[in-house]
Structures are given as structure tokens and as C-alpha cells.
């Protein structure tokens, strides 16, 4: 049974769902929905640098610079200056990612979702003063929210991209993210979710292959990387995973 304060929430994002989508059923009043619900969240201090976020690191910028983020989710400028201008883009677990900035510059309707926006009960230093300026800069397109359950309503989102989140959590809740992800494209909607590992890419192809293949065609690229950090460089292959949405007609030709 579901305690109180649950009980709570799920009617309070019920109603709020309810009331935007039939007074003002835009992508910005949706998401406003998500920062009602005060979603629970740990903060702790991993080292000089980093800030944990429910035990994964928040990262983006300052390890990943916006050419490879793109290069890993497989999209160039001109894709977005051609065919991005009047979709419905978000972005997951992106941290202080660039990615969203860029898309706000090319006019895209871009919002950025991850469970610790607009929340700032962490320490200033050195990824934590880059958290904060991160909101404030663009808090307005930003939502509070858990990528397993996305205030955003079925079929209301034409692009998704998720960079280096999926690496950091367990198969269900992998499974969780992508059946999530699904529900909110839209018809003719793509998803690229990048951090597959080889035993996550194989089990997530199997689940979408066996729960909801008849929806969508999906492929799977391995992608080595390079991440450098204050002068400390790696290299990592991780898998890019593209989910489409089908039309009707295409469900029956497949």
C-alpha cells in the first residue's frame, strides 16, 4: 500500500497533468509538473572535484565537450539547423551538459530533465559552483524530475537524447529509462540514449525486441571515446542505443 505522502504526490501529478493538458497543453506547463512533487535527492562530495547526485557523479561540460557528446549521440549541426527547429527536444540525466545550451542557441524547443535541477542542498566546490550557475542560467528550461518517471505526457516529445546516464545505473532501471522514453515520443519520434556497456546493450535489445518491438525499430552502435580530464585522458567504448517510434503503416511492413 502506498504510504501518505506517495499517495500524495502520484494525485498531485495526476491532477496537474490533467489541468495543463486541458487548459494550456504545452511542452513548458507539462514539465512544470515534475517541480510540484520535491523529488527526493542525496547529495554527497566525492573528492576536491566532484558532486554526487544519488550516488552518481554530476558531470558534463568539464569532461565531455559539446563535439563529443554529438559525435557520441551521433547528430551535427546541421541536422539541428535543418530539422530541429520545430521539435520537442529533451535531454536526460545531462547534468551541466552543453548539449542543451547548444539547442537553445539554434532556436530549438529544448528542455533538460534530471533529478537534481532546482535543487541546491550541495557544496560549492568545484562541479557543485558550476551546478549552480548552470540553473540560474537556464533554470527556466530546466525540470526536476526521474528519468524512470517522466512528467511529461505519452506522445508529447519528438526527440530524446541521453549522454553517459544509462552507463550508471542497474539493467531495471535501464529498462525503466527506455520504456519511459518510449511512452513520451511521439509518432515518428527518435530517441538516442549513448552509455550502453556490451552486457547492457545485449539485454536492453532483447527487451525491446520482446516488450515492444511491434512500436519501434531500434539499432545499436559500439563507439570508443575519449575522456580527458584536467589533463588525464582514457579511452572508453560504450554503445549508442537509436529508438524510432513507429507510424501505424510502418508497424505493418516491419
Request: net charge positive; hydrophobic share 40%; with cysteine.
Amino acid at each position: 500500500m502506498l504510504s501518505g505522502l506517495k499517495l500524495s504526490r502520484v494525485w498531485l501529478l495526476a491532477f496537474c497533468l490533467s489541468f495543463t493538458a486541458l487548459t494550456t497543453p504545452s511542452f513548458a506547463s507539462q514539465s512544470k509538473c515534475a517541480e510540484l512533487l520535491h523529488l527526493p535527492v542525496e547529495f554527497e562530495i566525492y573528492g576536491e572535484d566532484f558532486v554526487l547526485v544519488n550516488g552518481i557523479p554530476v558531470t558534463g561540460q568539464f569532461m565531455h565537450p559539446l563535439k563529443v557528446v554529438m559525435g557520441n549521440l551521433g547528430i551535427t549541426e546541421l541536422d539541428v539547423q535543418k530539422t530541429y527547429r520545430n521539435k520537442k527536444v529533451l535531454t536526460i540525466g545531462e547534468g551541466v551538459s552543453e548539449l542543451l545550451p547548444f539547442f537553445l542557441a539554434q532556436g530549438v524547443a529544448a528542455r533538460g530533465l534530471d533529478v537534481w535541477y532546482h535543487n541546491d542542498g550541495f557544496d560549492d566546490n568545484y562541479s557543485g559552483k558550476i551546478m549552480r550557475k548552470y540553473v540560474r542560467k537556464y533554470g527556466a528550461h530546466l525540470i526536476q524530475g526521474d528519468a524512470k518517471k517522466i512528467p511529461l505526457r505519452s506522445g508529447s516529445i519528438d526527440k530524446v537524447f541521453s549522454h553517459l546516464l544509462v552507463n550508471n545505473v542497474e539493467h531495471d532501471e535501464q529498462v525503466a529509462i527506455v520504456e519511459e522514453v518510449i511512452r513520451i515520443l511521439k509518432v515518428g519520434g527518435e530517441a538516442r540514449l549513448f552509455g550502453f556497456g556490451d552486457d547492457g546493450a545485449e539485454l536492453i535489445q532483447d527487451y525491446i525486441s520482446a516488450e515492444a518491438g511491434e512500436k519501434v525499430r531500434f539499432t545499436t552502435k559500439r563507439i570508443t571515446f575519449e575522456i580527458d580530464f584536467r589533463g588525464h585522458k582514457r579511452e572508453k567504448t560504450l554503445s549508442l542505443l537509436i529508438i524510432k517510434k513507429l507510424r501505424a503503416r510502418d508497424r505493418r511492413k516491419s
